[in-house]
């Protein structure tokens, strides 16, 4: 199945078009999409216009406005704008709010940024194939949004260069989508904090297929799969946390 198109598709659109890959038909592809992004209408799916004032620092509350944060390491929050003036000696990371949804980007990939295995070797036997940390179709694995519990089953095996500092996880797929959709908005935020962009490049994930196997997320179009080795496969690694307690 091959998109026509004589125009670059958004990131939101090569998400719905690999949704609708996945999923074989427009119903399943739909109820996958409202789950995603919290039982949202596609349309209604865009960050909405900042009700806090500009550079104005909060405390993070689950009524606050949808959107892209600036964290301070004392808790606070800014809410994002293109033509914020703010000090960002305190910024640690850049959170993401999507109605009952957040989590923290961090400022920069971890491994120095280098591509490098997700683990040293894999994670046993995959005698159980319903195994809850286990999600083979891209149904389950696009819902799973528990990447600290996915993190702490990998930690065992995970690659020592992936260094987490506590309360930092591994996103899972789910959480991963969730950056892509607002791509741009992070990277605007993160240049702005002094971090480093995510790059257009394969992230892995901590939602696994197998034993042997972990879910990537291709960040130019939204492609992902689940075949990829986890002690050999190299991709980047952006950890990731939650703000909003």
């Known amino acids: 199945m091959e998109v026509q ?12 078009y690999e949704l ?4 074989g038909n427009v119903e399943d ?4 999409n409202s789950f995603v992004m919290g039982n949202e209408n596609p349309e209604q799916a865009q960050l ?19 959107g892209v944060y600036l964290v301070q390491a004392d808790g606070q929050v800014v809410l994002y704008v293109d033509d914020l003036t703010a000090d960002t000696k305190d910024v640690i990371g850049v959170g993401i709010k999507m109605g009952s949804f957040n989590l923290m980007v961090a400022l920069h990939d971890a491994a120095k940024g280098k591509a490098v295995a997700l683990t040293t070797k894999d994670n046993g036997t995959d005698e159980n194939k319903d195994d809850p940390y286990y999600f083979k179709g891209y149904i389950r694995a696009v819902e799973s949004m528990n990447g600290k519990a996915y993190t702490e089953h990998l930690r065992p ?6 260094e987490l500092s506590d309360g930092w ?12 959709i607002n ?15 995510i790059k257009q490049d394969w992230y892995w994930t901590s939602t696994e297929g197998s034993a042997t196997n972990a879910w990537c997320l291709y960040l130019i179009d939204g492609g992902t799969g689940s075949w990829y080795t986890e002690a050999s496969y190299t991709f980047r690694v952006r950890p990731v946390s939650a703000f909003i307690s």
Not at 20 to 23: A, D, G, K, P, R
Not at 55 to 64: I, K, L, N, V
């Open 183 to 197: 791509f741009g908005t992070i990277n605007r935020a993160l240049k702005f904090a002094g971090g480093d962009l």
């Open 5 to 16: 198109t004589n125009k670059a598709l958004s990131p939101m659109q090569s998400f719905r």
């Open 20 to 23: 609708l890959q996945w999923c």
């Open 169 to 180: 996880w591994i996103p899972s797929l789910g959480e991963m989508y969730r950056i892509f």
């Open 48 to 66: 909405p216009k900042p009700e806090w004032k500009h550079g104005e620092a909060q405390m993070p509350s689950e009524d606050m406005p949808d």
């Open 157 to 162: 095996i995970l690659n020592p260069e992936i």
């Open 29 to 32: 592809a739909k109820k996958a």
